[in-house]
Nanobody
Framework: QVQLVESGGGLVQPGGSLRLSCAASGSIFSINDMGWYRQAPGKQRELVATITSGGRTNYANSMKGRFTISRDNAKNTVHLQMNGLKPEDTAVYYC??????????????WGQGTQVTVSS
């Protein structure tokens, strides 16, 4: 069984910064993409950013230039540095990992979510 545990959420003022972290643990053969998604109240879950095992990144347009995703393959961790936070960034942020088993089958695993609130 594999778990993703997020940390780093909280309350921050507009213009501030937060760094989210996510650690995968358990029986892991390999991880393809890792990423962050978010869900605001009354809205659908949306992509924030993803990163491949090779380090190629993809960002939602509204996050480009403000957020930076990174990962440590040796530690099975992914991070999200968020700068210039806006009230509209308020949401629950979820970590995602695409696991690969030894038969090359893939499956998605999600963390429990961490709340980010941007407010003065």
């Amino acid at each position: 069984q594999v778990q993703l545990v997020e940390s780093g959420g909280g309350l921050v003022q507009p213009g501030g910064s937060l760094r989210l972290s996510c650690a995968a643990s358990g029986s892991i053969f390999s991880i393809n993409d890792m990423g962050w998604y978010r869900q605001a109240p009354g809205k659908q879950r949306e992509l924030v950013a993803t990163i491949t095992s090779g380090g190629r990144t993809n960002y939602a347009n509204s996050m480009k230039g403000r957020f930076t995703i990174s990962r440590d393959n040796a530690k099975n961790t992914v991070h999200l540095q968020m700068n210039g936070l806006k009230p509209e960034d308020t949401a629950v942020y979820y970590c995602n990992a695409v696991l690969v088993n030894r038969f090359q089958y893939t499956r998605d695993v999600w963390g429990q979510g961490t709340q980010v609130t941007v407010s003065s």
